[in-house]
């Protein structure tokens, strides 16, 4: 029986290897440990798991050397804006090894970014498909930004710089308006993010009535590491959020998750500010049209006022003279028919009393006694028939031209 | 701000007699000194809330 040792054996597994597999392969896999050594060489673990991502279906070392890692590195973080991490999709352009000590392992020679921008696109897809199955897509979108967003709650790292530009960017407005900024702590960057801007988002939503909106922000690095923020449930939290939310994470890539379901999404801390300030601006020119509207609608009456008024004085002393001249005729008319009134009535009464006096002259008895006739007096009385005399009374005749005395025989 | 609103239109309609706008005019001119100290006063009471739990 021949015995080999355990290095022959493993020798010749390597020899094996080397012989039927010389060739490097583009293979796809995803990140199960990552860890870069002191020497500047980073070591991976891969794997590939069952449709359920329960199991695993296949597992290998990866080594990555410390020339390519110093190539690879920087142009997959430029590519992907991401660093390489647990749970990331990757496709390895990888040769086969067997060490006699070390065993089985894959050696590093290049990678394709496209495949995991790819992978973290479709992530997103299907996360947002998702979210809109939930119902859940829009409903942040659908809160109205209050009339004047002067309380605003911040999402992020204390220290970030870009909650210093925020800060700076409102507090320095040109217009002075006010506003009132409180801090709530998150981590923004890492495996984290999730969990940290959730329980931060619950802070917030414990004193809604205190804030008109919400700015999740953080500054901007050499790497995004925006991944974290295509995430389900942030998403759910965001969507949900009783107040808007305004996301100002940092970038210039497709929007992540968290982008598409927030209220607003600008692209820098800064822009967060310039939108806040440029909400208030909008109130305030209503304000100053509204204000000056009031004022020219105001003193456009007050005018039309004053000149009814000037109109209505001129015109009142020649509607006064109207009037006099319509009186003094009406005066005049009634004195015209006073007077002919009165010239009738004496014209008409001289008229009787000519009648009257012509009557009167027919009867005088002057005018009798002148045609004959006499008048016969008895002690003072007017005889006026034989009877009433006897013999021996003295009477007295009347004529026209004088009085003769007798006696009745 | 509707309200100020409401005040402007009604008083640009000039629909109201001269006594009322004087009333208007008042009641416009206090909506107008309420907003702008929104805009531009600290409003001390906001800043406690706000700073108390820190």
């Known amino acids: 029986m021949e015995t080999v040792t355990l290095l022959e054996l493993n020798g010749r597994v390597r020899s094996t290897l080397q012989f039927e597999m010389p060739d490097a392969y583009w293979v796809q896999a995803e990140i199960s440990g990552i860890s870069p050594s002191g020497q500047g060489h980073c070591y991976l673990e891969l794997v590939q798991k069952d449709p359920t991502g329960r199991t695993f279906l296949a597992k290998a070392k990866a080594n990555v050397w410390r020339n390519t890692w110093l190539r690879i590195k920087p142009f997959f973080e430029a590519e992907t804006g991401e660093t390489l991490k647990v749970g990331m999709k990757v496709l390895l352009q990888v040769t086969v090894s067997f060490h006699e000590v070390y065993g089985y392992s894959l050696v590093v020679q290049d990678i394709d970014p496209t495949y995991t921008v790819g992978d973290m696109a479709r992530r997103r897809k299907e996360i947002l498909e998702q979210l809109a199955r939930d119902g859940v897509i829009g409903l942040n979108r659908e809160l109205e930004i209050p009339l004047l967003p002067q309380r605003i709650a911040v999402i992020s790292s204390a220290t970030a710089a870009g909650y210093g530009d925020f800060c700076n960017q409102l507090a320095g407005n040109v217009y002075g308006f006010r506003f009132y900024v409180k801090l709530f702590q998150a981590t923004m960057q890492g495996d984290d993010v999730e969990r940290s801007v959730i329980a931060a988002l619950d802070a917030v939503a414990a004193e809604r009535d205190k804030f008109d909106a919400v700015i999740i922000i953080r500054g901007g690095g050499a790497v995004s590491e925006l991944s974290c923020f295509d995430s389900y449930n942030l998403a759910f939290n965001i969507a949900n959020f009783p107040l808007p939310v305004i996301t100002g994470i940092g970038h210039d890539r497709d929007d992540t998750v968290a982008d598409v379901v927030a209220h607003t999404k600008v692209k820098t801390p800064t822009a967060a500010a310039e939108f806040i300030i440029s909400k208030v601006f909008d109130a305030a020119s209503i304000l100053e049209t509204l204000t000056r509207r009031m004022g020219e609608s105001v003193s456009e009456r007050m005018n039309l006022e004053k000149l009814r008024i000037e109109r209505m004085t001129q015109k009142l002393p020649s509607l006064f003279a109207v009037v006099r001249v319509r009186r003094e005729q009406m005066l005049e008319n009634m004195w015209n028919r006073a007077v002919t009134g009165l010239n009738s009535l004496i014209t008409s009464n001289l008229h009787r009393l000519e009648l009257l006096e012509k009557g009167v002259n027919s009867s005088d008895p002057i005018r009798i006694l002148e045609r004959g006739y006499t008048l016969t007096r008895c002690n003072g009385h007017v005889v006026k028939g034989a009877s009433d005399l006897k013999r021996g009374d003295r009477i007295t005749t009347v004529f026209a031209d004088g009085s003769v005395e007798s006696e009745i025989i | ?54």
Do not use: H
């Not at chain 2, 409401?6 to 416009?28: F, H, P, W």
């Open chain 2, 1 to 54: 701000m509707k309200r100020l609103e409401e005040t402007v239109s009604r008083i640009e309609e000039n629909k109201m007699d001269i006594d009322q706008i004087g009333e208007s005019l008042k009641e416009a001119r206090e909506l107008i000194k309420f907003c702008k100290d929104k805009l531009y006063k600290t409003d001390e009471e906001i800043k406690k809330i706000l700073e108390a739990e820190d």
